[in-house]
């Protein structure tokens, strides 16, 4: 499986981005999906995930009301709409899938090559 994110970019604070992961290679229906996001000199942190089927979805509390995760199975892709950005969710963000149904917060076994989001203040 080969992930591919796209999306980032520059925005204000107060902004929104929408990250896309392209999946090739097979089918994910059955992978649950998620997004992660890196600072320099930090580790990587969950920003979201959601389930093979797309009916659960988990959140880390820092953005959790401002960003949704979602997933099109007939496409093999998911998304990451970003809104209310603020400046600390300037990172590196990397989509990511995992060879089970059931969401994690780690345990990943596929990872895109990561886009940036710059967030200005």
């Known amino acids: 499986v080969q992930l591919q994110a796209s999306g980032g970019g520059m925005v204000q604070t107060g902004g929104s981005l929408r990250l896309s992961c392209a999946a090739s290679g097979r089918t994910i229906s059955s992978y649950a999906m998620g997004w992660f996001r890196q600072t320099p000199g930090k580790e990587r942190e969950f920003v979201a995930a959601?389930?093979?089927?797309?009916?659960?979805?988990l959140y880390a509390d820092s953005v959790k009301g401002r960003f949704t995760i979602s997933r099109d199975n007939a496409k093999n892709t998911g998304d990451l709409q970003m809104n209310s950005l603020k400046p600390e969710d300037t990172a590196t963000y990397y989509c990511a899938a995992r060879r089970r149904l059931v969401l994690s917060t780690y345990d990943y076994d596929y990872w895109g090559q990561g886009t940036q989001v710059t967030v200005s203040s």
């Open positions: 959601v389930s093979g089927s797309g009916g659960n979805t």
